[in-house]
């Protein structure tokens, strides 16, 4: 089947001068039906940036420089949303795709009853739709989300952090969409309430089998929600595959080095262990491998050869991992340290 986003060599340019920074290059990402698709990578790696440009919501300087971006729909039709009419946009957004933007539980009105806002967002798209209607479908919306409905008469100051987000998350799934992005969902919450968020996320998308982007910078949330993974790193996607394969035996080091980084909710917490360095200046990208500078394996083709993201050659991989590697690029032996179960 058609995936129903298709994210093809997506490129954008920050700045409108002679020396504009590449904060994202020749980006591909495909997300299934019904898939959750997890995109990790420090913050300033380009994540954000990618789901602002997938749905043409990116604000200037930003400007996408390539790519496709193609949205199929239930009924099978294909179109590029980079070449979509500003009306036609209009139409599709929250409808086909829903963004929960990071902070976006910070951005409520303080002086609206939250009931009100989200009988508002209904009415943006449903005109014609009567005001008990929307009040229903609102009511609706909040026992999907697991808030008792008697809080749409709260103010968003009498609602705790974890409310506040479901109330976005109900905000955004409205209108039924396909696709639910979401920014960094979990980041300003305690650690128990980012359990309880992803729980509900997983669960609605069971129960209505919409496809999720969830970006975030910690990698261990996503073994709890995510299908497949995918890292960021200064712009590019340097590593993908099915979750647990990739969590378990990370093949990118930079990969490995953000998975030691984060601990899993579950289980000992070990030492953080970080990645020493900081990520490359983006107007002025190095030639070869944009993780060299911090790459504890680095080889010598590493500074004057970028790596592709392609499958990998260790042999009896079957996993339908990619990895922008040299390491993996069957020109010579996996280290073992990187080819072992964490
Ligand atoms: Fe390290 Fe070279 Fe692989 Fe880049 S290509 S991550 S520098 S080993
Ligand atoms: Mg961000």
């Known amino acids: 089947a058609d995936p129903v986003l298709d994210i093809?060599?997506?490129?954008?340019?920050?700045?409108?001068?002679?020396?504009?920074?590449?904060?994202?290059r020749d980006v591909s990402l495909?997300?299934?039906?019904?898939?959750?698709?997890?995109?990790?990578g420090e913050s300033g790696c380009g994540k954000s940036t990618l789901a602002y440009a997938a749905t043409r919501l990116l604000p200037p300087p930003g400007l996408i420089?390539?790519?496709?971006?193609?949205?199929?729909?239930?009924?099978?039709?294909?179109?590029?949303?980079?070449?979509?009419t500003d009306a036609r946009l209009r139409q599709s957004r929250w409808q086909d795709t829903a963004i929960v933007f990071q902070g976006a539980m910070n951005s409520l009105n303080p002086v609206f009853r939250v009931g009100r806002?989200?009988?508002?967002?209904?009415?943006?798209?449903r005109p014609k739709w009567s005001k008990a209607q929307a009040t229903e479908r609102?009511?609706?919306?909040?026992?999907?989300?697991?808030?008792?409905?008697?809080?749409?008469?709260?103010?968003?100051?009498?609602?705790?952090?974890?409310?506040?987000?479901?109330?976005?998350?109900?905000?955004?799934?409205?209108l039924e969409p396909q696709v639910l992005i979401m920014d960094e969902p979990t980041t300003a919450l305690d650690v128990v309430m980012?359990?309880?968020?992803?729980?509900?996320?997983?669960?609605?998308?069971?129960?209505?089998?919409f496809s999720v982007i969830f970006i975030t910078h910690d990698v261990s949330l996503l073994i709890e929600i995510a299908d497949r993974i995918a890292i960021m790193y200064a712009g590019e996607i340097v590593e993908q595959g099915p979750a647990q394969e990739l969590y378990r035996r990370p093949r990118h080091p930079?990969?490995?080095?953000?998975?030691?980084?984060?601990?899993?909710?579950?289980?000992p917490k070990t030492e953080l262990a970080g990645i020493p360095g900081a990520p490359p200046d983006l107007s002025n990208p190095p030639a070869g491998c944009r993780f060299a500078a911090r790459c504890p394996h680095a080889l010598g083709r590493c500074q004057a050869v970028e790596p592709e993201l392609g499958p990998t050659a260790v042999p009896g991989d079957a996993t339908a991992r990619r990895v922008?590697?040299?390491l993996h690029d069957g020109a010579q032996p996996v280290p073992l340290e990187l080819a072992l179960t964490r």
């Not at 989200?118 to 009415?123: A, E, L, P, S, T």
């Not at 009511?139 to 976005?168: C, K, N, T, W």
Request: hydrophobic share 40%; proline share 4%.
């Open 30 to 40: 495909s997300l299934g039906r019904g898939e959750v698709l997890g995109l990790a």
């Open 138 to 174: 609102a009511a609706e919306l909040f026992e999907m989300v697991g808030i008792a409905p008697d809080r749409l008469r709260s103010y968003p100051h009498q609602l705790s952090g974890g409310m506040r987000q479901r109330v976005m998350i109900a905000m955004a799934l409205a």
């Open 65 to 84: 420089t390539g790519g496709e971006v193609w949205f199929t729909g239930r009924d099978g039709r294909r179109e590029d949303v980079l070449a979509m």
């Open 8 to 24: 093809r060599g997506l490129s954008v340019d920050y700045g409108f001068d002679a020396n504009p920074t590449h904060v994202l």
């Open 194 to 209: 980012q359990r309880q968020i992803v729980e509900q996320i997983a669960e609605l998308r069971d129960r209505l089998g």
């Open 254 to 267: 930079y990969t490995k080095g953000l998975l030691s980084s984060f601990p899993p909710l579950r289980g």
């Open 324 to 326: 922008a590697c040299h």
């Open 117 to 125: 806002q989200i009988v508002d967002g209904i009415f943006a798209h």
